[in-house]
């Protein structure tokens, strides 16, 4: 699986959009990019996850460069609540050991009043 | 549709004893992850398993066991507990589809004193 590199923490101002950005340089062409977070030691949470296309749910957004070695989750509207460890994991579609998910550090996000 | 279910949420062990920590899902999934979760890291691969009667090892299968009797239920067994098994464990399932995201139980923390 390719590796990410996301920066360890982040602050935003409550109300504002929040750009949490992944680097993942060598991702395979088969390979997805996945947002996950986790708020205070609560199991992780699904956020949204995409191949090559800008995908948009209701809780994000998720924007992949061109070249696919990047990509930026966009919280629009960041509340006090959304502050969690936001991980980017880069990973081929599959089940069994396929479905394994491989969790970095990620980014602290700090969602300030 | 209560998703992914562990119990206990807590649980303290004396060195030596064992436990079965549960973990059932009502969403159909064949797909079955445990993981644990040491304070200030990222979750490690246990076990996982890809349909009833079927399990392999992941990253860090020493000191547990699995079964998977059914596709609800994936329980994991502590057969002599030992203090380097002071964690955080999560359960996960995933839909056979090959690109769905696993989802995860709320965890249970256990101490082994």
């Known amino acids: 699986d390719a590796k990410t590199t996301q920066p360890p923490s982040m602050d935003c101002a409550e109300g504002r959009a929040a750009n949490l950005p992944c680097n993942h340089s060598?991702?395979?062409?088969?390979?997805?990019v996945y947002w996950y977070r986790q708020i205070h030691s609560q199991g992780p949470q699904y956020i949204i996850h995409g191949l090559k296309n800008n995908e948009t749910n209701e809780m994000a957004s998720l924007i992949i460069t061109e070249d696919r070695k990047s990509s930026t989750l966009i919280l629009p509207h960041a509340t006090l609540r959304d502050t969690a460890v936001y991980y980017c994991?880069?990973?081929?579609?599959?089940?069994?050991?396929?479905?394994?998910?491989?969790f970095g550090k990620g980014t602290k996000l700090s969602v300030k009043p | 549709n209560a998703g992914v279910t562990q119990t206990p949420k807590f649980r303290i062990l004396k060195i030596g004893q064992s436990m079965t920590l549960q973990c059932t899902q009502d969403?159909?999934?064949?797909?079955m992850y445990w993981y644990r979760q040491d304070p200030g890291m990222g979750l490690k691969l246990i076990y996982y398993s890809v349909g009833a009667g079927i399990t392999d090892k992941g990253e860090v299968p020493n000191g547990y066991n699995v079964s998977r009797s059914t596709t609800e239920d994936f329980p994991l067994r502590l057969e002599l507990a030992a203090p380097s098994q002071t964690s955080v464990y999560f359960c996960?399932?995933?839909?056979?589809?090959?690109?769905?995201?696993?989802?995860f139980g709320d965890g249970t923390r256990l101490s082994i004193l």
């Open positions: 994991i880069v990973r081929v579609a599959g089940g069994g050991s396929q479905g394994n998910l491989i």
């Open positions: 060598t991702i395979s062409g088969n390979e997805y």
């Open positions: 969403m159909n999934h064949n797909y």
């Open positions: 996960a399932s995933k839909d056979s589809y090959s690109n769905q995201p696993q989802h």
